[in-house]
């Protein structure tokens, strides 16, 4: 997102230059720009702020706070080893920045650029203000492919592509530490929040850290891939089928750029076929999942409006607070929507076709509004990311003008991607029986009414118009680039086998 970053500010050469690493969405050592910069300095120290304004905001949820927790916790003792400090400090950002420039004369403030909620970004503005007032130089650098200030579409790939393919940085030997006390880190208790964690059995989520995310990305990259396009769309195969890197990337205990890396690594040397031809699945959605941050960089507004105001006032009046409440507690009596929502809510995950069967069949067969509806999920998902978040709720729910209407039917997902009815099963024990409820819509009716909305908003002028605004600030590009990774020795270039199940089209997942 632009913001009014600080100018970099005249610093006297007889002045120690002391730097705050400042962490956010990137709780790692490895390929962390800010930290290998701070190892120049003086003295330096690292501080991770948990801010009231996250945890009250409604995409929030605890077991994001435990996960990262989950990954300060081994950080800040590799940090200590090198001598740096990793202060830990609950807060809003401006009072904890004040406190800290107090206790230690910080001169330069580093940090990785967030691309987040509208909080974040109205934070931001008001660091940099801060920052200014106090002759901190704030210096931000990038750490995915998305670019700040980006003045056109075109080219964007090849950007993405040079970035990905740049060295990847070194995690630092040594640094001249401040002399900080770094104390106990807060538990979810003292911060006032339960009931979920990687211990917990109400709630096990994924488990946090930069070695777990490495675990999982080599675990992935040398033999998980293998069957990942025929594992992708059934919610039975893709659990253990998928990277599950999401949650990792979203709070950067791996860097997307070694993802990338390793990756066209594990292309470039492995002789079976399939897992290459896994790999270049997976390569390419890396890429999208910029693309769709990319939008909320360029449009932060996404976040709350529609990218096509054509849409405007088409399902705000008629949000019924019983069907959200069913939609939510899995009791919509399409057993499908139910076991997915109730397993999304237990476990924190769900693969991409089944997150946007439950936003087509709110949005389109119970005509909520994708704003309640995302808050919720956004609440759900471990690996909330704003910016593919908001991207996916409005493609799913019709509201880009530029994307064809999809209109999930829950029953036929079911018959091909759950066709002996093992998943319901699993989360749905009482289907069949007079305990379960009858469907809430009539389907027949509810699409017919949704699809007559959305194609009469289609059909307007003002729609027609708005979309092709819409496609020129942020529809995708042919980048000249190979459309699923790319391939890099002879070895690759034969012929990918037949994938027995079709994997979701591009478009079905993005735009
Ligand atoms: C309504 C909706 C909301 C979503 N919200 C999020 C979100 O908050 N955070 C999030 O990371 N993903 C989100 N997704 C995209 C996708 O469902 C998840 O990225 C994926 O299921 C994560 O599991 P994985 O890491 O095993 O994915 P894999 O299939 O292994 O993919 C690898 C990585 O590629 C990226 N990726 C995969 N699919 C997409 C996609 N369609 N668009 C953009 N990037 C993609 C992700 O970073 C993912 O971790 C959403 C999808 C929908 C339909």
């Not at 897992?275 to 507004?301: I, T, V, Y």
């Not at 924190?348 to 069967?357: D, E, I, Q, T």
């Not at 018959?415 to 024990?429: A, C, L, S, T, Y």
């Amino acid at each position: 997102m632009s913001q009014d970053t600080a100018q970099p500010m005249p610093v006297s050469s007889s002045m120690p230059r002391n730097a705050l690493v400042w962490f956010k969405r990137d709780l790692r050592l490895r390929d962390h720009q800010p930290l290998v910069h701070a190892a120049m300095f003086d003295a330096c120290a690292g501080v991770y702020i948990i801010e009231p304004e996250w945890l009250a905001c409604p995409e929030f949820d605890s077991q994001h706070l435990d996960f990262v927790l989950q990954s300060l916790l081994p950080l800040r003792t590799a940090l200590a080893e090198r001598g740096l400090p990793l202060l830990v400090r609950a807060g809003s950002t401006l009072p904890v920045l004040e406190s800290l420039q107090r206790e230690f004369h910080f001169t330069h403030l580093l940090s990785h650029e967030e691309t987040g909620s509208g909080w974040t970004y109205q934070r931001d503005i008001a660091v940099a203000r801060w920052c200014k007032a106090h002759q901190v130089q704030w210096q931000e650098w990038a750490q995915t492919g998305v670019v700040r200030r980006l003045q056109q579409r075109g080219g964007w790939a090849k950007r993405w592509q040079s970035f990905m393919d740049s060295p990847r940085l070194a995690a630092p030997k040594g640094f001249a530490g401040a002399a900080l006390d770094i104390s106990d880190l807060p538990t979810l208790k003292a911060l006032g929040c339960s009931n979920c964690g990687i211990n917990s059995p109400s709630r096990p989520i994924q488990a946090g850290g930069e070695r777990a995310a490495w675990e999982v990305l080599n675990a992935f990259v040398q033999g998980g891939a293998m069957g990942y396009r025929r594992a992708l769309s059934s919610p039975l195969t893709a659990e253990t089928g998928c990277s599950r890197l999401s949650a990792h990337l979203a709070y950067g205990t791996v860097s997307m750029r070694c993802v990338h890396q390793s990756t066209e690594a594990a292309i470039a040397q492995t002789t079976e076929r399939d897992l290459a031809f896994g790999l270049r699945g997976f390569a390419g959605r890396l890429r999208w999942h910029c693309h769709f941050m990319q939008k909320l960089e360029d449009e932060p507004a996404i976040e709350f409006q529609n990218f096509s105001r054509a849409y405007d006032g088409l399902r705000e009046a008629h949000f019924n607070r019983d069907y959200f409440d069913a939609w939510c507690e899995g009791q919509t009596g399409y057993p499908m929507v139910d076991a997915c929502m109730r397993s999304l809510r237990a476990t924190g995950w769900l693969n991409f076709r089944m997150r946007a069967m439950l936003v087509s069949f709110a949005s389109n067969h119970l005509w909520l509004h994708w704003r309640e509806t995302g808050q919720f999920l956004a609440r759900q998902f471990l690996d909330f990311e704003p910016g593919i978040h908001w991207s996916q709720m409005q493609m799913q729910s019709g509201t880009t003008g530029i994307n064809t209407f999809r209109i999930y039917s829950p029953r036929k997902q079911a018959e091909d991607h759950d066709p002996q009815g093992v998943f319901i099963n699993r989360w749905v024990p009482e289907f069949g029986t007079a305990a379960y409820p009858s469907p809430i819509v009539d389907e027949r009716i509810a699409v017919k009414f949704a699809k007559d909305q959305l194609y009469g908003v289609r059909g307007t002028n003002e729609a027609r118009a708005s979309a092709n605004t819409v496609q020129e600030r942020h529809g995708s590009r042919k980048s000249g680039l190979p459309a699923q990774g790319r391939i890099k020795n002879t070895n690759q270039q034969r012929k990918p086998p037949k994938p027995r199940v079709t994997e979701p089209s591009p478009q079905l997942e993005m735009f």
